[in-house]
Each structure stands twice: as C-alpha cells, then as structure tokens.
C-alpha cells in the first residue's frame, strides 16, 4: 500500500494508513490551528488500495478555490485548504510504490473504538461514512421559507481572521471524550437523526445576517429570526448579538424555561461565545465558528457512552461493576438477566436519577452527571408502572402531561398539535376517546406511556418492563414499536425479563448477578456465548457460581476494586419549574377530572353522606340536636349527644376515606413528573384543594340531612355552626389522610391506616367518655382534630361543659368566642398536618421503591 506524506505549519510526516485525521483537536494526527477547521475537519482514509480525501467539516475542504467532499488522491501534490477558498493549507503527497508492507500504524488509543460485536441491522464502517454534500440542506417544515435558513450554499465557506493559537486553545473548552474514546468516524454526520433535530451543518445564522449589525432572536415562535420546532425552546429563548471588531458575540437568554447553555454552563442573563463554543438549546447543539451557529449533530454527539459504571452501597455492597459499553443512534438495546443482577440500577445510573457512585455517562460529549441540568430533558424514562392516571381518556390525559411538561408559554393548540402529533406516531389516534384503563389493551397502555414521554422528543428513551404481565403478542407489539422508535434515530434501551423479541433489537446486554456484564452483542450470539441452546438455561448459568470460570470474561472488563469514590451520589439536582400558578391550575383541573371520571371514587363522594346521615336518624329521641327542648320536656342531651358522635365519626370517615388512597395510587405517577419539573408542593396542595373541599361539602352535607324535619341546634344558626365544624372536622381528616397516603407503601396498608385513625379520634374526641381532667390523656387529645371538631359543634349546640361529678370540659363552653377559638385551633392543627404531608410527599417522590 502506497504511504502518503503530509506537509502543514512547517511539519512534514508520513504515514501508512489505514486513515489519517485531520482537525482542530489535539488528538487528531495532523492538528491544525486554524479556528475555521473542525475540531475533526476531514479523513484521508485507504479505499480499495488508494488514498482518498473524507471532508468532514462544517466550513469546507477546499482545492483551488472549490469546496470538495470526496478526493481520490491519483499522484502529485494535492493542496488542501481548510475552512475556507484562504483557509490553512495542508498539502499531501501519495509515496507511489513506498508502501513498507509492515502493518499500519494504529490510531492513538483514545481514538480506537472499544472491542464490540457488529450490530447485525448496522451497515459495515465503511458504508457509514457518507459522503459530505456540498449543496445546501434542505430546510427543515418549521425553517422553510424563513430567511434565516437561506442561501446556504457558498456560505460556509466565509473567510474570518483566526486568532492566536495560544488564545484560540485557551478559550475553547476541553474536549469531552469518554475514556474508551470515540471512534475516528465516530466523527462523521449522523446518518438519522432524532425527531425535530437540525441536520449537521446546518447554518440557522448566516454571515449576511450578522453583518448587518442588529441582533437575531432566536425561538419556537415563527416571528423569531431564528426559529427552533423544538418542544424543549420557548418561543422567545435567546438573542444573538453579532461580533465587532472589539467584542466577541454575545449571546442572551431571554428567561427560557429549560434554560440556554455555552460550553456546558446555563447561561444566566449574557456570556460571550470565543470562536469554537459549544451551544446547546432544547435537544439541539450548535457550534459558533466566529460567523455563524452550525448544527453539530456527529455519530459521537448521538451516541450514549456508560463507561466504569460502578454502584456501591452501604456496606461496600456492588449493585452493579465496571459495566462500560456505547450505544449508537439508532439502536435498540435490550438488558436481561436474573432478579436481582443490577437491571433497575443500571436503568438509574444511566438516566442520572440514581448517578452511579464511580464511572460516568457520556451523552453529546458531555458527561451526564457534571452537566445534568444541561441534558436531563433529553432523556425519556417509562417505569415499569402506567404514568397515566387510569380514569381518564387518553387524550385527557396526555393533554394534562403535556401542559405539565411542556414550556409554560407554549399555548392551547400547541399542546393539542403535540398531543396529536405524538399520538399518530403511535398509533393511538383512534384511540383518543378511550378510557387509559378499563378501554385499553396493555400494550396500548405501554404506549399511552410511551407517547407520555414523547412529548418532549427526548433522543434518549429508557424503558423499564414494558412488557412485563404482556401476552407473547402484545410483548412483540410493544417491542417493534420500540424498533420503529430507535430507527427515527433515538438510542432506545428497554429492561426486560422477556426474551420473546429479542431479534428485533440490536444489542443484547445480559447481566449477572453482582451487577456484572456477561454479554454485549447481537442477540445472535447470546446462545453461542453461553454454550447453551436456550434461553432458560442461560438464566440457570447466570446463577451458577463458576459462570466466569464457564463463560469468556467480556473484552471490556476493567477491575475497578481501587477507583476512588466519587460524588456522583449526591442528590439529583431539582429540574426548572412552572409558574405556580399554571402548574397549580392545571393539577386541580386533572384532579377535578379524575375525581368525575372515577365511579368508584364518585359514589363514595355522593352515598357516604346520604348513608351516613341515615344512621343518625336512627338514633331515638324527638328532640333532634335541641339541648333546650330535650331540657323542657325534662329529658337529658345524652340522645343530641350521640347524635353528634355520629356526625364526628361520619367527619373522620370520610376525610380520611377520601384521601388516604390518594398519593399512594399515584406514586408511579407522581415520581415520574417530579424528575420533570412537578413541584411536589403544589401537587400536595392540589390535592388538598380538590379533595379537601369535597370533604367539607360531604360534611355540610351529612350535617343536612342529620337535622333536616328535626329540631335545630340552640341558639342563633347553631346549625349551621355545627355544619361548619363538621365540615372543617372533614376537611382537617382529608389533609391527615393525604398525610397517610404518602406514608404508606401500598394499597393494602390504606385500610388498617383507616380503620386505626378513624378509631383513635373517636377515642379521643371526648364524644365516648371525659377526657378533660385526666392527665395527660387531655393534653393527647388536644392533638386530635376530632377534639376540638367535637368541641366546636357542642359548643354551637350549647351543650353541658359539666356533667355529674365529672370534670367541666372547659373548651366546650357555649359562647361565639370558644366555638371560634375550637375553629381556630382545628385550623392549626390542619395546617400542621399540610406541613407534614408537605415534607411526606417530597419524601416520597425521592424515595426508592
């Protein structure tokens, strides 16, 4: 094979092949220093036995004056002028017959890619590199026609002043390379790109545009200079304000939601951007080259880097070790393996909910637990539990995720248009008028969930279980829609316990228990790997203690027993939220929906009253909750008493019914949208808004039909004030209840709860027996909401403080002023328990499963 000889900046150097880089980076094997150079800016590669010149670049390639894609190099002198007509030379030489027949020199080691079987729907390297276009690309449906996206061709190519080397480097920010590094063609263009992201190379600021001197905003909205069909941006994101021949450019972020950032840092209100400045808004990156901002969408950028994984618990425990693998674009990945082996917190450390304790995850380029703030709304996570309340409609229901989800200034018929939009891409349109969870197959379900996610268009999408209780059909239904979603061009990886639909995918990885990788490859070598002829007996030598005396030690495998530990498990920094007031109004709205949408829920809200009423008319008596009657006819309070025992329990029953099934049913729910921006305050306080004032007009209402055709409390509208104690009793035990449901771990721990603190406030009411004078027993009970309900409605009804030889029961005393100090305190103690339920509930939505 002829050699071929390189002359740049003074140097000369000759190499064998198979490929030479050429760029910016200090890593590439002919570095350049001219800013108008890609960082990895062309190839000279070995092609059929000759030399041939890959541009790569987003400025161009040049050779007397014409930009170039692809040069067969056929003999003489070729020169080569980088970023520009004017741009740095490079001029190459084919040695014709100085082949040395030695073996080629290997690229250094940070650029080799890391040992892994071929993807078997992958096309071979060399078909993955295409060649560069030199005419323009086309516009995408949302840039067509602007003026900011025309008149690309013979613009990339514009000439500016380079700067120093030593500043140029000095200004840049480091490389972000995985240590396994990324391949040299790792690289190039992506093939297929995510949903609604730019084509690499594509200019949105054109030089023309920036000369003349004003400044470009930048945004969803199509009245921007620039506009961006991102979900992600705000319709006002960011201005641009063009360099001078004093000051670099400056960019400003205009209050965005999900933030701007240059060179890995959210910018907070203006920062200048140094030639070679990385800028990332909603799921799109771009490149500043001192004139324009280029789309940079690399096979590198869109490819998912685990490198180290490593998770150790209290106690030196390893959940999961050194598991270190990439995943391309386009791929779907399927991880199996035994209970227990690490799958879950794999899924964790990769998503950056639960960072690994060492190792790093490389997503852009950029590692994903230093920059997560940056590019946790690219990634997707479906659990293995629905994410949609199961009483409403699907379009109901994704409607409601998508006002949660999306930015705040994005209006009515946006989030219908991606409701829609998100809708047909998974086939759910003629299912939008569907019940989530009595109208729906599972796998319809799996994708109402799916879709969920999809509303953000993250180009990372994770899956836990989506097929787990799914019939063999429904299974192969869910897991060719996920094959159609990584061929948009997402990086697709879903746990699994199925291995029914394994072919579809394009990697299997298969843990053993300790958190260990056994396996990384096609699914066609999963059996050949083991021996073994099925997959049940695969799972049986995963548990075998000799497997890695039984099995090949994957290539990959590093001791990572002395890394130092890390920080990466500290808390989960908290996403940007809403304006609390839109986020509020939009959760009592669900809450509202949900509540008339659920039967179950509705006929407890309508028959506890009626049914509960019912049972104090039963109680004997002619006087009704009339001391002074009862007293007339000679007769004692003890039947308007017990009358009111029964209203108290009533009180109690149903606030606490109500609620106490509430955060618990929800939790999947609940933990899902707080990792995208669900402040859990106010979820809390939605809660306690919708279902807290169906408690007090359930205890308007069951003190109606108590008195209703019988007499009155005393006093002037004594029943009425009893009504609202009552009431306030009711919506005191709604907020305990929601305080409980956050406690409990499950639905079946809703009922013993229930029973047990409906009986505690019937005790320590003072409704049954005298509580006041018995010490500590009356201080107890002055924490009991029941306490002072029942002393607010005595108070109301005039009943005795003092009976027989019994103590005088001092905060039942007739009187506005004690029924209005019994009121108040019920409010502080209600508003005590909203504390404690505030704190629960945000416990909750970090807490492990």
């Known amino acids: ?53 890959v541009d790569a670049s987003t400025n161009g390639t040049f050779v007397a004056g014409q930009r170039v894609t ?76 602007h003026p900011s996206h025309q008149g690309q061709q013979g613009q990339q190519g514009q000439q500016g002043q380079p700067a120093p080397a030593g500043e140029f480097w000095r200004n840049l920010p480091p490389p972000q390379l995985p240590a396994s590094g990324a391949p040299a063609d790792a690289w190039r263009p992506a093939g297929v790109l995510p949903p609604g992201q730019l084509p690499h190379g594509h200019s949105v600021v054109l030089p023309q545009h920036l000369q003349a001197g004003r400044s470009l905003t930048i945004g969803r909205d199509h009245g921007n200079d620039i506009v961006l069909d991102d979900a992600l941006v705000s319709r006002r994101h960011a201005r641009l304000d063009p360099p001078t021949a004093t000051s670099l450019a400056v960019l400003h972020d205009l209050g965005s939601f999900n933030g701007t950032f240059v060179n890995g840092h959210r910018v907070q209100g203006a920062v200048q951007m140094p030639v070679g400045s990385e800028v990332i808004v909603g799921n799109q990156t771009f490149r500043w080259d001192g004139h ?40 779907l990945t399927a991880v199996i393996g035994p209970s227990g082996a690490g799958k879950s917190t794999l899924l964790g450390a990769l998503t950056g909910l639960k960072p690994a304790s060492h190792g790093r995850v490389i997503w852009q380029g950029h590692d994903l637990y230093q920059h997560y703030d940056q590019l946790r709304f690219q990634i997707g996570l479906v659990p293995q539990q629905d994410i949609l309340h199961p009483q409403l409609k699907v379009r109901q229901g994704l409607r ?75 299974d ?38 300790g958190g260990r990788i056994a396996y990384f490859g096609p699914p066609s070598g999963v059996l050949a790997h083991f021996g073994k002829t099925n997959y049940p007996e695969v799972f049986d030598l995963l548990d075998d203690p000799d497997l890695w005396q039984r099995i090949p030690v994957p290539q990959h495998a590093v001791d990572t027993s002395a890394m130092p530990q890390q920080s990466y498990g500290a808390g989960v920094p908290a996403p940007p939220r809403q304006s609390a007031s839109r986020q509020l109004a ?61 209203l108290i329990v009533a009180a109690c029953l149903m606030g606490t019914a109500l609620a106490i099934r509430e955060l618990v049913g929800e939790r999947p729910i609940f933990k899902r949208e707080y990792a995208v921006g669900l402040s859990p305050g106010l979820y809390f306080t939605s809660k306690v808004m919708v279902l807290g004032t169906a408690a007090f007009v359930q205890g308007l209402v069951v003190t109606f039909l108590a008195t209703v055709g019988a007499p009155g409390a005393d006093g002037g509208l004594g029943t009425v004030r009893v ?81 027989g030889d019994d103590p005088e029961d001092w905060i039942i005393r007739a009187g506005a002023g004690h029924y209005l100090m019994d009121l108040m305190v019920l409010g502080v103690l209600g508003l005590m328990a909203f504390g404690i339920g505030l704190v629960l509930a945000r416990r909750s939505a970090t807490a492990d499963d």
């Open 1 to 53: 094979m002829d050699r071929i000889q390189v002359q740049w900046s003074g140097t000369t150097r000759t190499f064998d092949g198979p490929r030479v880089v050429i760029g910016r980076e200090l890593d590439c094997d002919v570095p350049v220093t001219d800013v108008r150079a890609s960082r990895h800016h062309a190839f000279l590669q070995v092609e059929n036995g000759a030399w041939v010149v």
């Open 70 to 145: 692809r040069l067969p190099l056929t003999g003489g002198a070729v020169s080569l002028n980088l970023g520009g007509p004017a741009g740095e030379a490079v001029v190459l030489t084919v040695l014709v017959g100085q082949g040395t027949g030695a073996p080629a020199p290997q690229p250094p080691p940070y650029r080799q890619a890391p040992p892994s079987a071929p993807s078997p729907s992958a096309p071979s390297p060399s078909a993955q590199v295409p060649p560069v276009s030199s005419r323009p690309v086309p516009a995408t449906p949302s840039t067509a026609g």
């Open 292 to 331: 324009q901002l280029v789309a940079s969408q690399t096979a590198h950028e869109l490819t998912l880097y685990a490198d180290g994984l490593t998770q150790v618990v209290a106690g030196g425990k390893r959940l999961i070790e050194n598991i270190s693998f990439k995943l391309e674009s386009r791929s």
């Open 400 to 474: 409601f995720a998508a006002e949660l989800r999306l930015p705040p200034d994005t209006t009515a018929q946006e989030w219908d248009a991606r409701v829609d939009q998100v809708a047909h891409q998974l086939q759910l349109v003629q299912r939008m008028d569907n019940r989530i969870g009595t109208q729906l197959s599972g796998g319809q379900r799996k994708r109402v969930s799916i879709a969920t996610e999809l509303l953000t268009a993250p180009p990372l999408l994770f899956l836990d279980e989506p097929t787990s209780g799914l019939d063999p059909g429904l």
């Open 476 to 513: 192969l239904e869910v897991m060719k829609q996920l094959r159609g979603l990584a061929d948009d061009g997402r990086v697709v990886m879903v746990v699994t316990h199925s291995v029914l639909a394994l072919d579809v995918c394009d990697n299997v990885l298969v843990l053993a228990p």
């Open 586 to 646: 939009t959760l009592v709205k669900r809450n509202l929906a949900v509540v008339l949408a659920d039967r179950l829920l509705l006929g407890m809200l309508l028959l506890l009253p009626l049914i509960l009423g019912g049972l104090s008319r039963i109680v004997p008596g002619d006087f009704g909750f009339s001391v002074a009657e009862a007293a007339a006819a000679g007769e004692s309070s003890a039947d308007a008493k017990t009358r009111l025992t029964v």
């Open 723 to 803: 009504a609202i104690a009552i009431g306030a009793l009711a919506f005191t035990m709604a907020v305990v209840g929601l305080a409980l449901s956050a406690v409990v771990t499950s639905n079946e721990q809703t009922m013993p709860a229930l029973v047990g603190v409906v009986m505690l406030q019937l005790v320590l009411s003072g409704a049954l027996f005298q509580v006041a004078g018995r010490a500590l027993l009356e201080q107890i009970a002055w924490l009991a909401p029941s306490r002072w309900g029942y002393a607010a409605s005595a108070s109301a009804m005039e009943l005795p403080p003092k009976v």
